[in-house]
C-alpha cells in the first residue's frame, strides 16, 4: 500500500544518565528497521546531563531538546510538541529491539484504523499483553487529547492512564486496543535481571503516581467520552478540552476504590477488577517497603552510636 511508505514514525524518548544504553536501543532501532528514513527520535534530556547532550546516530533522524528537570509527562509533551509524525511511540532507554521491520509492523496497524483512534504496543517480554508498557497513538488521537500525557505524571503510570481510556471506549464497543504480539521491544529492565540497578531507577519512586493516577479519573473519563463522541459522529462538541486533576488526598483513595467497586459503570469488569486487586496489593507493597526501609535506617543508626 502507497499509504504506508509515507508514514513517519516519532519516537519520544526521555533519557538521564544512560547514554550507552540509548546508543545501543538506537543500534537496535536502526539494524532492524525496513525504512530507517522514515524514522524520528525525539530525545529530551536534563541540563545537568551533559554527557548525554550529543546522542544521535548515523542512519536515525534524531531531534534533540535539552531543558530542567522535570515530570515524566512534560518530558514525553515536549516531545510530542517537537515530533513530526503521524504516528507517536512511548519509548525508554533500556529495550532492546528485536523484530526485524518492527516499524512495517507499527504502519501496518496504523493503517488498520481509518479514523486513526487506537492504543498499541508492542510485545516487551516483561508484562506483554497485561500493560502497554510502550504505548503508540496517532498524531490525530493527541491532537484529539490534546493533553495525552499529563504533567503531573513524575515517572510512570502513563501507559495506565491511556489504557484506561481506551478500556472505557472497549465497554462502550469500540475495542482500539492493539497488541503487537510478535514485535519485540525488550524491556531491559534490572528486575529481569537484564540490566543493572543505576541511579535512574534508584531515584524513581515506585509508587509516587498511585494517587497521581486517582487524580486524574475524572479526566480520564471525560477523555472517553469526547474520544467515544468522535466515532460516533467524527466530530466532538464537548466545549472543555481537560479537567484538572483533583486535590490528592487519602480520602480521595478510598473515594476513588468505593467509585470503582460500587458506582462506576464506565469500563469492563475484569479492569474493575484488577484495578480494586492492584491498587490494594500496591498498598501493601508500599507499606512493607516503608518498614524495611525504616528497619534499615534503624540499624545503621544503632550501628553507628555504638
Not at 503510570?157 to 472497549?170: S, V
Not at 476513588?256 to 479492569?271: L, R
Not at 492492584?278 to 550501628?303: D, E, G, M, T
Request: charged share 30%; net charge positive; aromatic share 12%.
Amino acid at each position: 500500500m502507497t499509504v504506508e511508505t509515507n508514514q513517519t514514525i516519532s519516537l519520544l524518548l526521555p533519557t538521564r544518565g544512560r547514554k550507552e544504553k540509548c546508543l545501543r536501543f538506537l543500534d537496535s532501532l536502526a539494524n532492524t528497521a525496513a525504512r530507517p528514513e522514515k524514522i524520528e527520535i525525539v530525545l529530551r534530556v536534563d541540563e545537568d546531563d551533559t554527557e548525554s547532550h550529543n546522542i544521535s546516530h548515523d542512519h536515525l533522524h534524531t531531534k534533540m531538546i535539552i531543558g530542567p528537570r522535570q515530570t515524566m509527562g512534560q518530558y514525553n509533551t515536549n516531545c510530542l510538541k517537537k515530533s513530526s509524525g503521524a504516528i507517536i511511540f512511548l519509548v525508554n532507554d533500556d529495550i532492546e529491539v528485536k523484530t526485524d521491520g518492527w516499524d512495517k509492523d507499527v504502519v501496518n496497524m496504523h493503517c488498520q484504523y481509518s479514523d486513526e483512534i487506537y492504543l498499541g504496543y508492542p510485545n516487551d517480554m516483561f508484562k506483554k499483553e497485561k500493560q502497554p508498557t510502550f504505548p503508540i497513538i496517532s498524531k490525530q488521537l493527541s491532537d484529539l487529547l490534546i493533553d495525552p500525557f499529563p504533567n503531573s505524571y513524575k515517572g510512570s503510570f502513563i501507559e495506565y492512564h491511556l489504557l484506561d481510556i481506551f478500556m472505557r471506549l472497549k465497554k462502550r464497543g469500540f475495542n482500539r486496543i492493539h497488541f503487537l504480539e510478535n514485535t519485540i521491544f525488550e524491556h531491559q529492565h534490572y528486575r529481569l535481571g537484564k540490566g543493572t540497578f543505576d541511579e535512574t531507577y534508584k531515584n524513581r519512586d515506585r509508587f509516587g503516581d498511585d494517587m497521581v493516577f486517582i487524580s486524574e479519573n475524572e479526566n480520564r473519563k471525560f477523555q472517553a467520552a469526547k474520544i467515544i463522541q468522535y466515532l460516533e459522529t467524527k466530530e466532538y462538541k464537548l466545549k472543555t478540552d481537560s479537567l484538572p486533576g483533583r486535590r490528592i488526598s487519602k480520602r480521595l483513595f478510598f473515594k476513588y476504590m468505593m467509585e470503582t467497586a460500587f458506582v462506576e459503570k464506565g469500563i469492563p469488569i475484569k479492569w474493575k477488577l484488577y484495578l480494586l486487586w492492584w491498587f490494594a496489593a500496591r498498598v501493601v507493597a508500599k507499606l512493607i517497603s516503608s518498614q524495611l526501609i525504616n528497619h534499615i535506617i534503624y540499624r545503621k543508626k544503632n550501628h553507628s552510636q555504638q
